[in-house]
Nanobody, 115 residues
């Protein structure tokens, strides 16, 4: 069992930045594939960024060049640095962890981009 706790969401103006954090309650965090998803009202949950246990990264086209996913295995934490935020980035952001065929979700953190 893996528990994921997100933090760092909030209200930011367009063009601003936020950094989301996700702390995992697992001693062997390094073996997990980690990702960030988001879900806007009335839309399906979508992948934003992922970083595998081997270090490979993947980004949604809509966030490439603006968002950066990173992980600190010593702190059991994955981050999502979000720059140049746009109103369309407004959503609940969820942390995701995968190991083999099992995946875990955090409770989500709200990000609102508005002037």
């Amino acid at each position: 069992q893996v528990q994921l706790v997100e933090s760092g969401g909030g209200l930011v103006q367009p063009g601003g930045s936020l950094r989301l954090s996700c702390a995992a309650s697992r001693s062997r965090f390094s073996i997990l594939d980690m990702g960030w998803y988001r879900q806007a009202p009335g839309k399906q949950r979508e992948l934003v960024a992922s970083k595998t246990s081997g270090g490979s990264t993947n980004y949604a086209d809509s966030v490439k060049g603006r968002f950066t996913i990173s992980r600190d295995n010593a702190k059991n934490t994955v981050y999502l640095q979000m720059n140049s935020l746009k109103p369309e980035d407004t959503a609940v952001y969820y942390c995701n962890a995968k190991y083999l065929a099992v995946e875990y979700w955090g409770q989500g953190t709200q990000v609102t981009v508005s002037s």
